[in-house]
């Protein structure tokens, strides 16, 4: 029995011996085995924990570049019609964008939209906390307010309030249904053209902030005031320090878009003659005939005065976010900054491979 494992051992043994004296390396272990690993046998590598020695290939995009080539022609070709079109008058643009005529219009836009935007967003907030009480005849005002200044033009609404001393001739305040009066002036000194445009632009502005806000403040769970109060926070810190700060998420991106769209409704306020920039521009251009370039100098003013109001509203919106993000969004300087660090590593790992 053991004369015959010896044979069967030898006879084993005899080919790889064989093979040996014949010149025939032998490719030693596996790498299951413990074989030698490195960059020249990639296959038999393991875990790995230092990445120097890899190659970055970048993934390839071809359609993402060809998006890009069309979108780009067709920049080009609008940039190199604005430019080579004599008709659009840049000189003329040039000219008058910082006429004094056109910057003082310009502040009486900018004046309008701030205070209507103020007493705008005040009233509005009244008439939401108003929709939102357990009075019906709060709720009752409230809706009703919303659905007439809703349900009528902007323009008709400033028409209105133009010609109330129409309707009324004296203003007087006093004690109702008696002849008590302690203040009265006649209504057509007291609603001037700049009083019927402030008058106009925030009764229309409230009716929408309201429900805005309102919107806003629905979005928040009721669960959280219910724990709230089940820890004896009271009333107006509930409303103040945990509604109102998740309400901001829901209300600033509707609310900066009503705010720029009150920018651009300033210019209905040109029926009322009112030398706001769009009036401005109209007396010009209807002296001078310069229509185009005198309409794209208001174009240019109101596209600066949009674009101020979005920085605005991404910084004021980023930092209401905390309470729904980990980490606060970049702003886009430290996206840039970002950008070419991630582009400067990935260039000196590429050429340090080479």
Known sequence: MSSTATRAAQSAAGPASAGTDAGVSNPGPSAEQGGPRGPENPQSRGPATDYADYRLV??????????????????????????????????????????????????????????????????????????????????????????????TPLLVQMLLWYNLGYLYEKISLGIPFTDVRFFEVQTTTLISQFAAAVLGLTLNQAAYSAEIIRGGILSVDQG?????????????????????????????????????????????????????????????????????????????WYVVITSVLSVFQYYIERHYSKGAVRTLPLTPLQKARRFFATHAATDNRARSTR
């Open 58 to 151: 970048p993934s390839r995009h071809p359609w993402r570049w060809v998006g890009t080539a069309v979108v780009a022609l067709g920049v080009a070709a609008v940039a190199w019609s604005l430019a080579t079109n004599p008709r659009w008058e840049w000189g003329v643009v040039a000219q008058w964008f910082t006429a004094q005529s056109v910057v003082n219009g310009l502040v009486e836009t900018l004046k309008l939209t701030a205070i209507s935007g103020a007493l705008g967003f005040i009233l509005g907030f009244i008439l939401a906390l108003m929709r939102l009480s357990a009075s019906p005849l709060l709720v009752s005002v409230s809706w009703t307010f919303s659905w007439i200044f809703r349900s």
């Open 224 to 300: 959280q005031l219910e724990a709230a109060a089940a820890l004896g926070i009271p009333a107006w810190r509930r409303s103040t320090r945990i509604v109102l700060p998740q309400a901001m998420r829901a209300i600033l991106p509707t609310a900066f878009n009503e705010i720029i769209g009150l920018v651009k409704g300033t210019s209905i306020v040109y029926v009322l003659a009112y030398s706001e920039l769009f009036y401005t521009v109209q007396v010009i251009y209807n002296r001078t005939q310069q229509v185009l370039p005198l309409l794209l100098v208001a174009t240019l």
